[in-house]
């Protein structure tokens, strides 16, 4: 068994899924969701920091994150489809590790065919308003993603784990995994792209990297 790991957000799609919530906030909110993302991404702050503020500056409710899922389908990575048919067409295993949401990253998974969705659950009263989030998951923090490919070594006992991504959260799994690719598609992370073992900015150049 061999599994490959992909981030979700600027890298199978061009969206950020928490700056499309704030999107659908207004400007001023977008604007504070936008820089906090940005430089959480860029490693210039702790993801812990800002994953609760931000969340509740937003408080999605479960049709935003249904808009969300759309988002994120409607603005794929051009290859990524065929992409992760060709990596399972030669025996592995896809899963997705982020720091989104589960309930807007199913629908993309669903497209993609990705079983495996790695990613913190939204939490909602009965009629869709906002409830909170699943503050212990392992990708609300800084190095969460490390413990997330540890966990899925333990269950799956791969020969082989690959994570593809494009931000610092994602190079934090580079010493854990077999290989790590940075990703600048969409957005390039001068610290990932420096670091990254290999750097692709199409995901169609993935298979041929492992």
């Known amino acids: 068994m061999k599994l490959i790991c992909f981030d979700c957000d600027s890298t199978l799609s061009s969206v950020e899924g928490i700056d ?3 999107r659908l906030r207004g400007p001023e909110i977008f604007a504070q969701v936008a820089a906090l993302t940005e430089d959480a ?13 931000r969340l509740a500056a937003i408080r999605p409710t479960l049709g935003d994150a249904a808009s969300v899922g759309r988002s994120y389908v409607g603005n ?13 067409e030669r025996g592995w295993t896809c899963a997705i590790i982020s720091g989104g949401f589960r309930q807007a990253i199913r ?4 497209f993609l065919g990705i079983d495996r969705i790695e990613a913190v659950d939204l939490f ?25 490919i540890a966990r899925l070594r333990d269950e799956f006992r791969p020969e082989k784990v690959v994570m593809v991504g494009d ?22 992370r001068e610290r990932v792209k420096r670091e990254a073992a290999a750097f692709v900015t199409s995901l169609a150049d993935v298979p041929a990297l492992v």
């Open 167 to 188: 931000g610092v959260s994602d190079l934090e799994t580079a010493p854990v995994v077999d290989l790590f690719v940075g990703f600048g598609g969409f957005a390039t």
């Open 124 to 148: 909602f009263a009965a009629d869709g308003s906002y409830r909170g989030y699943d503050a212990g998951y392992p990708s609300t923090r800084s190095g969460g993603k490390v413990d997330i």
């Open 76 to 88: 794929v990575e051009p290859a990524a489809q065929a992409t992760v048919g060709r990596l399972r």
């Open 20 to 22: 499309e919530l704030a």
């Open 41 to 53: 991404m860029n490693g210039k702050i702790k993801i812990e920091e800002i994953f609760g503020l």
């Open 107 to 110: 629908p993309l998974a669903d």
